[in-house]
């Protein structure tokens, strides 16, 4: 008859084998993100705050027209914590991929969606576009930074 | 390299020699896996407090962090005359090696092979980390490195999204990075590596002193079963690093538990509640929540008298933490942008049937196919206890602490998802894995805790046999 302690150690068995799936998938979902981002269909992120700065006199403009504010290191301005948020990262191989999500629609505070927003994506660019857009905003243009300006569709 | 070495060195004996003054007589094993990770904090918090003194990153913390070590070296050696106790206790501790264990053990060196192979790869494939990552932990500690004295506004502004968020991982991360003159994008990987792999230890080198070997390799294995927390940690996420101080916590309730006779356990529970704490928000509703419930349990257990004792130990721990989290709540952070955008609507949502209904129904889904889609791994946990039954030794109150600060803690949460400003079902989405993996150890080490050990079994099977004989 299978004792009790017998019967543990055919259980702690089953948890190995459940251990072992568990961590071949898990092997697996890494190695084949590893080998994405190797092709560099998937673009890696760089931290580059500097670079990121440069690019800041872009914003000066829509500064000006108070329509949203920033923060540089030179002037302390409204920030964007009202209307969402930007990160100051840049994918160091060009602007297909970004960094964050887009800012506004499902960021910001339900019943307080921004007039205007920048965003900057993690996913391909046309893809965040047609999400951002089936929102109700449409774009105003991009940046050479890689940020992109929506208005909310009138 | 050989100052991010040496930075990361002087972290791990600052934390070797704090655990080692507070418990001169302690497993060394114990305070070898705790001190990793416990070394980051401390330093982080130096850190953090040259920030709020002098205003800027600098170098000298880690000459305070050196004059530091020195004193807390002075201390454990005047403290060092019982160090034979634990030798000999360790020596008890190697006779439960046998061919079963020993393969046990072998298994598992096989999964953490795993373990480190795939954190290496999604390490190399994404330096930075994840998403929040990038825009939360590491693009703060970017902010710190890089702005110089206008961090502060720097934090707000730049890196807006949870810009409350205490300052243990980036503070971790921005001082390896002042130290080398670069942000080195590796060195967040090392830092989430260094809290995941001192809390595998932790699991195993705790449990093994409360209920012995075997129930110590089963417990890492169930964390490793658990590849969400992984996958967390290798995404560079500050919930690892809370999972470890939350398990370090109760672990040291669930010692003092079993030494009465002092109350420097329960010290290092505030410190480690109280590193928590300054971990991320959820540290403080862990901080709350632990207080109120073993208050309750030690009072009603033990009398007035114990749970005196061990409170001042626990609040004395944890004040110097709480303190500095309190002076960047009040100074530097903005407003909390899940307690910014309450509306006047709040009761509402507490009593929308709806709301209720999408977080139980999520926390099922989630809950029952953690880290696995097909087999339900809580509901083989649940088997193994029908199984295995309850211990005969259990200890109701660590238990019970163990129990009612998770249940405290998941109705903090509760609440939290009931008001959120944001849409539920997607809050829900992105953050309910990742509030599940920092209580998963303290799930986990409840139910270890609650099982019958096979060397339980077979002392009870011979206790019976030996009735039957003489019956």
Same mark, same amino acid.
């Given at each position: 008859?299978?004792?009790?302690?017998?019967?543990?150690?055919?259980?702690?068995?089953?948890?190995?084998?459940?251990?072992?799936?568990?961590?071949?998938?898990?092997?697996?979902?890494?190695?084949?993100?590893?080998?994405?981002?190797?092709?560099?269909?998937?673009?890696?992120?760089?931290?580059?705050?500097?670079?990121?700065?440069?690019?800041?006199?872009?914003?000066?403009?829509?500064?000006?027209?108070?329509?949203?504010?920033?923060?540089?290191?030179?002037?302390?301005?409204?920030?964007?914590?009202?209307?969402?948020?930007?990160?100051?990262?840049?994918?160091?191989?060009?602007?297909?991929?970004?960094?964050?999500?887009?800012?506004?629609?499902?960021?910001?505070?339900?019943?307080?969606?921004?007039?205007?927003?920048?965003?900057?994506?993690?996913?391909?660019?046309?893809?965040?576009?047609?999400?951002?857009?089936?929102?109700?905003?449409?774009?105003?243009?991009?940046?050479?930074?890689?940020?992109?300006?929506?208005?909310?569709?009138? | 390299?050989?100052?991010?070495?040496?930075?990361?060195?002087?972290?791990?004996?600052?934390?070797?020699?704090?655990?080692?003054?507070?418990?001169?007589?302690?497993?060394?094993?114990?305070?070898?896996?705790?001190?990793?990770?416990?070394?980051?904090?401390?330093?982080?918090?130096?850190?953090?407090?040259?920030?709020?003194?002098?205003?800027?990153?600098?170098?000298?913390?880690?000459?305070?962090?050196?004059?530091?070590?020195?004193?807390?070296?002075?201390?454990?050696?005047?403290?060092?005359?019982?160090?034979?106790?634990?030798?000999?206790?360790?020596?008890?501790?190697?006779?439960?090696?046998?061919?079963?264990?020993?393969?046990?053990?072998?298994?598992?060196?096989?999964?953490?092979?795993?373990?480190?192979?795939?954190?290496?790869?999604?390490?190399?494939?994404?330096?930075?980390?994840?998403?929040?990552?990038?825009?939360?932990?590491?693009?703060?500690?970017?902010?710190?490195?890089?702005?110089?004295?206008?961090?502060?506004?720097?934090?707000?502004?730049?890196?807006?999204?949870?810009?409350?968020?205490?300052?243990?991982?980036?503070?971790?991360?921005?001082?390896?990075?002042?130290?080398?003159?670069?942000?080195?994008?590796?060195?967040?990987?090392?830092?989430?590596?260094?809290?995941?792999?001192?809390?595998?230890?932790?699991?195993?080198?705790?449990?093994?002193?409360?209920?012995?070997?075997?129930?110590?390799?089963?417990?890492?294995?169930?964390?490793?079963?658990?590849?969400?927390?992984?996958?967390?940690?290798?995404?560079?996420?500050?919930?690892?690093?809370?999972?470890?101080?939350?398990?370090?916590?109760?672990?040291?309730?669930?010692?003092?538990?079993?030494?009465?006779?002092?109350?420097?356990?329960?010290?290092?529970?505030?410190?480690?509640? @109280?590193?928590?704490?300054?971990? +991320?928000?959820? *540290?403080?509703? &862990? /901080?709350? #929540?632990?207080?109120? !419930?073993?208050? =309750?349990?030690?009072?009603?257990?033990? @009398?007035?008298?114990?749970?005196? +004792?061990?409170? *001042?130990?626990? &609040? /004395?721990? #944890?004040?110097?933490? !709480?303190?500095? =989290?309190?002076?960047?709540?009040?100074?530097?952070?903005?407003?909390?942008?899940?307690?910014? *955008?309450?509306?006047?609507?709040?009761?509402?949502?507490?009593?929308?049937?709806?709301?209720?209904?999408?977080?139980?129904?999520?926390?099922?889904?989630?809950?029952?196919?953690?880290?696995?889609?097909?087999?339900?791994?809580?509901?083989?946990?649940?088997?193994?206890?029908?199984?295995?039954?309850?211990?005969?030794?259990?200890?109701?109150?660590?238990?019970?602490?163990?129990?009612?600060?998770?249940?405290?803690?998941?109705?903090?949460?509760?609440?939290?998802?009931?008001?959120?400003?944001?849409?539920?079902?997607?809050?829900?989405?992105?953050?309910?894995?990742?509030?599940?993996?920092?209580?998963?150890?303290?799930?986990?080490?409840?139910?270890?805790?609650?099982?019958?050990?096979?060397?339980?079994?077979?002392?009870?099977?011979?206790?019976?046999?030996?009735?039957?004989?003489?019956?």
């Amino acid at each position: 008859m299978l004792t009790r302690s017998r019967f543990s150690q055919v259980m702690i068995l089953v948890l190995f084998v459940i251990a072992f799936m568990n961590g071949r998938k898990y092997l697996r979902r890494q190695r084949k993100s590893y080998k994405h981002s190797k092709k560099g269909q998937r673009k890696d992120r760089t931290l580059k705050m500097s670079y990121c700065r440069d690019q800041l006199s872009q914003f000066k403009e829509i500064n000006d027209q108070k329509t949203i504010g920033f923060s540089t290191d030179e002037e302390g301005s409204q920030s964007f914590n009202e209307e969402g948020f930007v990160t100051l990262f840049e994918d160091k191989y060009g602007d297909l991929y970004r960094v964050r999500y887009c800012l506004a629609p499902k960021l910001v505070i339900a019943g307080r969606k921004a007039e205007w927003v920048v965003g900057v994506f993690r996913d391909r660019l046309e893809e965040s576009v047609k999400n951002v857009e089936s929102e109700g905003y449409e774009v105003v243009r991009t940046l050479p930074s890689g940020f992109i300006l929506f208005r909310r569709r009138p | 390299m050989i100052i991010l070495l040496g930075f990361l060195l002087l972290s791990l004996l600052l934390g070797y020699a704090f655990l080692s003054a507070v418990l001169p007589h302690e497993n060394q094993r114990l305070k070898l896996a705790l001190s990793p990770a416990f070394g980051l904090g401390l330093s982080s918090c130096i850190f953090s407090v040259s920030l709020f003194v002098i205003g800027e990153a600098t170098l000298l913390t880690g000459l305070v962090e050196c004059l530091l070590l020195l004193g807390l070296v002075a201390v454990s050696r005047r403290r060092s005359i019982g160090q034979l106790i634990a030798v000999e206790e360790e020596k008890t501790l190697d006779l439960d090696w046998t061919k079963w264990t020993v393969g046990l053990a072998v298994a598992l060196a096989v999964l953490i092979s795993i373990s480190l192979i795939g954190y290496v790869y999604q390490n190399i494939a994404f330096p930075n980390g994840s998403s929040d990552a990038v825009s939360i932990w590491n693009g703060r500690a970017l902010s710190v490195f890089t702005s110089g004295q206008s961090w502060p506004k720097s934090l707000a502004n730049d890196c807006a999204f949870h810009p409350d968020y205490p300052l243990l991982i980036p503070g971790a991360v921005a001082r390896l990075w002042t130290a080398l003159g670069d942000a080195n994008p590796y060195v967040p990987g090392v830092i989430a590596g260094i809290f995941y792999f001192s809390l595998l230890a932790t699991v195993f080198v705790g449990m093994r002193q409360l209920r012995g070997l075997e129930v110590g390799l089963i417990f890492t294995v169930f964390m490793l079963a658990s590849t969400e927390v992984t996958y967390v940690s290798a995404r560079q996420l500050a919930d690892v690093p809370l999972a470890f101080y939350w398990l370090s916590t109760l672990l040291f309730f669930a010692l003092q538990d079993k030494n009465l006779n002092t109350e420097r356990y329960s010290m290092l529970a505030g410190v480690s509640a @109280g590193l928590g704490g300054w971990t +991320k928000n959820e *540290g403080v509703l &862990f /901080l709350v #929540a632990v207080v109120v !419930v073993r208050a =309750l349990v030690v009072w009603r257990a033990r @009398g007035r008298e114990i749970f005196l +004792k061990q409170g *001042g130990s626990f &609040f /004395l721990g #944890a004040l110097p933490f !709480v303190l500095l =989290l309190i002076t960047f709540k009040i100074v530097y952070a903005p407003s909390n942008d899940l307690v910014a *955008g309450q509306s006047a609507q709040v009761l509402e949502q507490l009593t929308d049937v709806s709301r209720h209904s999408l977080i139980f129904s999520e926390l099922g889904d989630t809950l029952l196919y953690f880290s696995n889609e097909k087999i339900s791994f809580p509901g083989f946990l649940l088997a193994y206890l029908l199984a295995v039954g309850i211990s005969k030794n259990l200890n109701k109150v660590s238990f019970f602490s163990v129990v009612g600060t998770i249940t405290l803690v998941s109705a903090g949460y509760w609440y939290v998802y009931l008001t959120t400003p944001w849409s539920l079902a997607w809050h829900l989405r992105t953050s309910l894995s990742r509030l599940l993996v920092q209580l998963w150890p303290c799930i986990l080490f409840a139910f270890v805790l609650l099982i019958q050990s096979r060397s339980e079994m077979t002392t009870e099977a011979m206790a019976r046999e030996d009735e039957s004989k003489s019956g």
